[in-house]
């Protein structure tokens, strides 16, 4: 990027954050945007925030002002950050002196943000000098400030969008082997192209989660009244066979815990998958079965998450979850596996289990990490490399 000083940079940023009454309810985002902000701002440039923030549609409104998340960012950055509106923005960046941080008002109150316009992408790269993507997030949509200003403007990726695709990379790019996949939740039709993306890929494919019950179901298992698309039967068979023939070991449950009630602390049994009731729902993924997973991951040197193993916001179905996170945690801590997780239900059950911290990435990315899950480019990061 050379010298930077008095370049103005437009980073493109995640800063869409929960808030309740005005207040940011969960800061993560915005604490992810430190470091590019930081750097880019001690290296002389004058920093620019694009982002989204709520869904708009082009309605300019108060309360999906990024006016608001300027005080929250100016905290965990440690440094003061003007807020920049669509009007006086040009005299506004001018005026900028090198090293000062401001933040853009909301990028989707032009309706032709989400269209890719051209002339919106345009309106935000006559601010800037050069462009850097740091919201891996919002990379899987080709928008005006994630895409077509990239081709406008020299583009750059930023620091947590270059821990994201570095951990990535490791994880399903170019990792070491045996891999494994662990896929639960709870809908297979949720997830068929992450499904049949990685039975070309990963050497162990882990179904946990509701999504087993189609799979076991498949396989002529009584599943009761368990969660179960019926009618996805085939292609359950079908993602099975594929395994197969990649030489790809699909590990299901063969003990499960199951209840005749969704509830908190219900009367509960651990049966063999062939043994549970026409009343009776599977619920999580049974003892026997976590400890020989435990047992897989021990050979593996890689491993990608996405799914719970069972309805763990409920009690005990976290058990599953839980054990196999712990292991997983353990196993990265000693040095033995890489570990990547993503999904937002996948980032609270790891939390739930008290390991996230301890997993090699932890992706907060949703939409964007089950894209990536699915082997699809996403267009807010090609446009950074052409
Ligand atoms: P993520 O957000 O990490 O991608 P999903 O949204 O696909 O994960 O799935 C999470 C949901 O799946 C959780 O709410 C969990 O309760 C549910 N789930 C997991 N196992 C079961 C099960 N056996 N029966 C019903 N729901 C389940
Ligand atoms: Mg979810």
Redesign the pocket.
Known sequence: MGDLTGKAVLVREDLNVPMKDGVVTDDTRLRAAVPTINELSGRGAKVLVLAHFGRPKGQPSLDMSLAQIAGPLSQVLGRPVRYIDWEGDKAAVAALQPGDVAVLENTRFFGGEEKNDPAVAERFAVLGDLYVNDAFSAAHRAHASTEAVAHILPAFAGRAMETELDALQKALGSPEHPVAAVV????VS??LDVLKHLVAKVDHLII??????TFLAARGVDVGK??CEHDLKDTAEAILEAAEKANCTVHLPYDVVVAKE?APNPPTRTVNVHEVAADE????VGPAAVEALADVLKTCRTLVW?????????PP?DAATVALARTAAALTKEGSLVSVA????????LNHAGVAGDFSFVSTA?GAF?EWMEGKELPGVKALMS
Request: without cysteine; aromatic residues 8%.
């Open positions: 639960g939740g709870a809908k949720t997830k946990g989660g509701g999504m087993a019950n368990s969660l969704f729902m599977i619920l999580d996405n799914g719970p193993m069972g309805a763990f916001e409920t179905f993503g999904g937002g239900d996948t980032v609270a059950a949703g089950l």
